[in-house]
């Protein structure tokens, strides 16, 4: 008995270890709401929705949006950054930009913890508003 036990419990263990190693893979729902950005004198409607995954490390979304001044010239995540704050380029958003686009981008370690606390938004670009003219802070959750 104390052979079979010997040889089981090294199994047992990995076993254990390969399944809660897969266990801990999450998928992570993040979302936001557009509001004007800047000086745009629009009011923006629309959101990001979206997951992340840590096993795949891909950020999937769907953005929807109306009420720009014009059709969206280019569209961004951008971060670190807290509501109201300014930042760079993080990630960009491949075109064809349109209401209801959908997508995936991979994320760096450093990019998914901005992501998920809630460090990034997503920026729409207008030629009336080069800057930006829609912003969707992006939390965790939803």
């Not at 047992?12 to 998928?27: D, E």
């Not at 509501?83 to 760079?88: C, S, T």
């Not at 370690?109 to 992006?138: C, F, W």
Request: hydrophobic share 40%; no cysteine; glycine share 10%.
């Amino acid at each position: 008995m104390h052979a079979l036990t010997t040889k089981l419990l090294p199994l047992t263990a990995a076993a254990f270890l390969a399944f809660t190693g897969v266990a801990m893979a999450k998928v992570i729902p993040v979302h936001g709401t557009f509001a004007t950005e800047g000086s745009a004198t629009t009011t923006p409607t629309g959101d990001v929705m979206g997951s992340y995954s840590t096993k795949t490390h891909m950020l999937k979304y769907t953005i929807t949006y109306a009420g720009l001044s014009g059709p969206v010239m280019a569209a961004h995540f951008h971060g670190p950054a807290k509501p109201g704050e300014q930042a760079g380029v993080l990630v960009a958003i491949p075109k064809p930009y349109m209401s209801g686009m959908t997508g995936k981008v991979k994320l760096t370690s450093a990019e998914a913890k901005d992501v998920l606390t809630g460090m990034t938004y997503v920026n729409l670009h207008t030629a009336a508003n080069p800057a930006g003219e829609a912003r969707a802070q992006i939390t965790e959750g939803k």
